[in-house]
């Protein structure tokens, strides 16, 4: 009897190492999605026009609040963030504090409204970066990556962080939800997975 | 103690046609945005330019598989509505069958991949609408909602209805998994709701 408990006890550890760890993947790839997309800017001079022979220049910039669904994508990214670091604080400082069928609730509920909102910033920005590289011949817009390119690849770096945050929160916030029907205690890492009696 | 019991069954008798209505309104609304958007398409007629004083007309076509977000936009919301008409079916039709941690587990798993999506593709075309809207003129994208405002009235509508499946599927998926906490037997509304023993 005290030896299935014993190995309860050595798997929920284990499970819930990989659950910090897949959280903290996925703390890092939407924090680097929000840094990079919110650092990302180019300026760039070009020929407009000319008056006689002397060709007139105009300087542009392509930042990355010159459109709502990156702004939303950075916010967004911050926003899930946070999340995950203040889940990783509770898995790691909140051992004394007993996991009950509320909290493992309420961390699955918070799970599932993040992975909601990164996977909404992640697709309305790739929708709009694809404009941005393909243009829309029917809506005559034209693509601006063949003259903004490193604001394009930068772009492309954050959206690839982006998918990453998603696809890890997906898997996080499947095995939260999990974690209701076997709710084995996940002991923070700081206590000593105590053998359950 | 039979009493408790029975009030347990009229309650979650109450939930399950609580979650079944939400599930039918959640199936009405996106089904009816996917619809609305596949079938929404508008053609003008513009003069585009003059040969001597005779006007040159060309004619336009606005529709929604010009735009990958909108087509993206429907294929979700026809399989959200999908995923919806199942559980309804199993809900209805599944009495029989034992409502155990693992179906309501994957209930669960399905209903949060599911809002994952609907939020995806809703963001996705909402942001595009806006560029259609108001145009983008650090990019130079002109609006296009001035020339086809009856095809971004109902571009507007699919996406309200998408949205309301969108916060219908946030309750929807909070209340499947709350329901891996306390498994109340959703019976199915064909047979009589047993009296637990």
Known sequence: MAVSKLT???TSGKSCKILLGLRLLAFS??????IV??????TKTFIVGKVGNTPI???FTAKFDHTPAFVFFV?????VSFHNLLMIALQIFGGKMEFTG???LSVAILDMLNVTLISAAANAAAFMAEVGKNGNKHARWDKICDRFATYCDHGAGALIAAFAGVILMLI??????SRLVQPNKCC????SPSVVP
Not at 37 to 42: D, Q
Not at 172 to 177: D, E, F, G, H, R
């Open 172 to 177: 996080i916030s499947a095995a939260s939800i």
């Open 188 to 191: 923070s890492t700081t206590a």
């Open 8 to 10: 309860l006890a050595a």
């Open 75 to 79: 916010v967004a990214n911050a926003m």
């Open 57 to 59: 220049q105009a300087t």
């Open 37 to 42: 997309m919110g650092l990302n800017k180019e």
């Open 102 to 104: 509320f909290r493992l």
């Open 29 to 34: 790839a939407t924090l680097s999605a929000a």
